[in-house]
Structure formats: structure tokens, C-alpha cells
């Protein structure tokens, strides 16, 4: 039971995974393909957003932003060099976790297609699609941040939802590969901060 309690977000994602993989998937593309050619005020809401969030949520972001937290830990606030150290640790082996999983599965984006198509390990272009990286990246971002400021825990899950989400609404994802960007962000994560106790936490409250 404590098992299931500690990986509790793990589950519920892999609960749903088949239903939106085997059924949901082509619907939801459909329908938002739908939203981009009504061009409905839903959609013009969200296309104002994806800018930003894109930006926000993009790897290269996420990994800077981690560097420079290690590094203000590192130099000036020493309550912060753990956090950073595990938050930039954590995100770079998320990445290419998710790239090597991307290329050797060879899911074509619905961009191209509404069905499932694999071809297998491939380094074509717009066969990348599966998992997701932005959502690899966002949700090992939350389970590690959440590990050492567990009142955040809520913002930062909403905040790779967001990220996860516009994927989908960009076409650049099928909701099946946000559900498994988001099963392999946590379980970097996991792995990443399962030799710890949360020191950082305790760290960064005596701190300040």
C-alpha cells in the first residue's frame, strides 16, 4: 500500500493511458483540428497562449533556468544548490531519455496523419512524436520541485498540465504521448530523488 501511495500520480496516468492510446487519441486530434478551422474564440484564446507557454516549457528553457538556479545555490544561496543541482540533473536525463524513446519508436505527429502510424527507429523528420518531450520535461520539473517545496505541489503540476496541453491543442502531440511524457518525466524523477530523503528540503528551511 505505501507503494502505491508513493507513486500515486504514476498510476493514475498509466490507468488511462490504453482508453486515450487505443480510443481517445484520434477523437481529440479531430476535434481540435476542427477548433483550428472554425477558428472559434477557444481557439484564438489558446494560439494567443502558445507563444508563451511554449517558450516556458521548452527544454532549453527549463535546463537553463535549472543551471542558473544551481548556480545562484552554488555562489550566493547556499539553500538553493541542491535543489538546482538535482533540478538540472534531473531534466537533462529526462531530455534524452525522451529523444532516445522518441527516435527509436518513430511515431509519425499528427501533423502528419490522425492514426497511429510507428515505422520504428528513425531520425526523420516529424517522426518524433512519441513520447512527448515538453511533457517529460515539465512533469520531472514538478515531481522534483514538489519534492522540496511540497506547498507548490499544486501550481507546478498545473503548470506541466499547461504545457502538456498545448501540445495537443498545437498538433504537435497525440494526447497518448503527453500521457507517456508524462509517465517518463516522473519516473526520471522518481529515479533521481529515490536515494534521497528530501535533504534539500530540510536544508533549505534552516536556511531560511
Not at 103 to 111: C, F, N
Not at 124 to 137: A, E, K, N, Q, V
Not at 151 to 177: G, K, N
Request: glycine share 8%.
Amino acid at each position: 500500500m505505501q507503494f502505491l501511495r508513493d507513486n500515486k500520480q504514476m498510476f493514475y496516468i498509466v490507468f488511462f493511458f490504453p482508453l486515450f492510446f487505443l480510443y481517445l487519441d484520434r477523437i481529440v486530434i479531430l476535434w481540435m483540428r476542427d477548433v483550428h478551422m472554425d477558428n472559434t474564440s477557444l481557439y484564438a484564446l489558446l494560439h494567443s497562449m502558445d507563444p508563451l507557454i511554449d517558450f516556458i516549457a521548452h527544454g532549453a528553457t527549463l535546463i537553463a533556468g535549472a543551471f542558473i538556479l544551481y548556480l545562484i545555490g552554488r555562489f550566493f544561496k547556499p539553500g538553493l544548490y541542491d535543489v538546482g543541482r538535482s533540478l538540472f540533473a534531473g531534466l537533462v536525463s529526462a531530455g534524452i531519455s525522451a529523444q532516445v524513446l522518441k527516435h527509436l519508436i518513430g511515431r509519425a505527429r499528427p501533423r502528419l496523419t490522425d492514426d497511429s502510424i510507428f515505422i520504428g527507429p528513425s531520425i526523420r523528420s516529424g517522426y518524433d512524436s512519441f513520447p512527448s518531450g515538453h511533457t517529460t520535461l515539465a512533469f520531472c520539473l514538478a515531481y522534483i520541485l514538489s519534492q522540496y517545496f511540497p506547498r507548490y505541489r499544486t501550481p507546478l503540476y498545473l503548470f506541466a498540465v499547461a504545457a502538456s496541453l498545448e501540445r495537443i491543442e498545437d498538433l504537435a502531440h497525440f494526447p497518448s504521448d503527453v500521457l507517456a511524457g508524462a509517465i517518463v518525466g516522473l519516473i526520471v524523477g522518481k529515479l533521481l530523488m529515490v536515494r534521497k530523503t528530501c535533504p534539500g528540503e530540510n536544508h533549505y528551511a534552516r536556511e531560511n
